[in-house]
Every structure is written in C-alpha cells, then in structure tokens.
C-alpha cells in the first residue's frame, strides 16, 4: 500500500461546482498534512496545512481524520484558475523527518 | 515569510557532465530533501539529510548523487556524469516540526 494514496484523476467539473479530493495515509505517525497545488511546469504551492482537525480559507477546506487516516479538500465554488493538480502531502517526525508526497490528483475546471 | 530558495532555476548540460544544484533552506530548520518530478510525473522522493548525514534515500538515489551542506547554509545536490534521463524538477525542501517548506525548483536539462 502506498504511504499516501490520493483519488484518481482527472476530475473534470464545471465552474461553479464544488469538488473534493480523497487522501489516505497508512503511517499513523504523520503529523502534519499539507494540500499543495501544482501547475503545469510550476514548483507545488502551498494551499493548506492541516495540523488538527480542519482548516478552512475561503473556498477551500481541508479536514483531518485521524481515526480513519484520511484527508480530505473541498473547494467551493470552483474557478477556471482552479484548474492544476493537488498533491497531498504528510509529514511524521520522530526520530526522523519524511515528507511523503501523494500522487496528485488533476483538477480541470471547464466553463 | 521564510522561504527556501535555489539556484539555478534553470541548467542545461551535457550528458555526462557534473552539476550541482543549489539550495538554501530555511535558517532553523534541520531536515533537508531533495525530490524530482519528471515532467508529467509524480513527484518522486530523492534523499534527506539530518545532522549532517543522509538519514534516508532512495533507490533512485545512486551512487552518481551526493548531497552536502558545506558551510551550514547551502545544501547541495551534485549529480556525478548525468544522464538523459535526469531531465526533471529538483525541488529542496526543509522542515522543523510540523513546517516544511519547498524551494521553487531547478529544472534540469540533460541534452
């Protein structure tokens, strides 16, 4: 099993409409989680950390479960320039630091 | 904000050339990674480093890669005689507790 799985892509929805993604993660010593958009081209951009139970900043929330290890995004409202991939990530660190990224799942909002 | 930078940003070579890619992490942090993402792929974990030692790598992190921090500020990605298919993203990226930050990426381009 992966450490990070996400939902499989493309989703292809229209503007306006809400969307969420889907992340699991098997390692029950990860910490933190972060929703990271990326471009096509582009470096990952921090949308979202998650370090408790949820967060929410304006249409985009995120929301932690840590009983059944997963993560969730939601986006409300969705743009054009919503259109990019989303990458889950967690972070553990005890007696090491790791980074696990997810696969990503591809966004593509149609008008 | 703080923020992990690297140099370049972009770097064409030869195959079988050297290269070393730069970056500076962020001044507190102690957890330091390099990643790659080929384009059109996921991103894929490389190496970290930790009190001045590589704490994990991958498979993909062969023996034409070394990582170093020579002055406490940089940290290094030299990659020994490149092939054609290290054409990627390199991203650096570093963390302490729960913040982790990337750098903007350096794209590699083996010719």
């Known amino acids: 099993r992966k450490e990070v799985e996400q939902d499989p892509g493309p989703f292809n929805v229209p503007e306006g409409a809400t969307v969420a993604f889907n992340c699991t993660y098997s390692?029950?010593?990860?910490?933190?989680f972060f929703w990271y958009r990326q471009d096509c081209r582009k470096e990952p951009k921090l949308l979202m950390s998650?370090?408790?139970s949820g967060n929410e900043d304006g249409r985009f929330t995120a929301q932690l479960n840590r009983a059944s290890q997963y993560i969730s995004l939601l986006i409300r409202d969705s743009k054009l320039s919503d259109s990019a991939t989303y990458l889950c990530?967690?972070?553990?660190?005890?007696?090491?630091?790791?980074?696990?990224f997810g696969s990503g799942t591809r966004l593509s909002i149609r008008p | 904000e703080p923020e992990v930078t690297q140099t370049p940003s972009h770097q064409v070579t030869q195959m079988g050339q050297e290269v070393i890619l730069r970056c500076v992490p962020i001044?507190?942090?102690?957890?330091f990674y390099w990643y790659r993402q080929i384009l059109g792929q996921k991103v894929e974990f490389l190496v970290s480093?930790?009190?001045?030692?590589?704490?994990?790598k991958s498979e993909i992190f062969d023996d034409q890669f070394s990582v170093e921090r020579p002055d406490g500020s940089n940290f290094t990605l030299k990659i020994r005689s490149t092939k054609l298919e290290d054409s990627a993203m390199y991203f650096c990226?570093?963390?302490?507790?729960?913040?982790?930050?990337f750098g903007q990426g350096t794209r590699l381009t083996v010719v």
């Open positions: 990226a570093s963390t302490q507790n729960t913040e982790a930050f």
């Open positions: 998650v370090y408790s």
């Open positions: 990530v967690s972070l553990y660190y005890s007696s090491a630091s790791k980074i696990i």
């Open positions: 480093f930790y009190n001045n030692e590589i704490s994990e």
């Open positions: 001044s507190n942090h102690l957890y």
């Open positions: 390692n029950s010593a990860s910490q933190s």
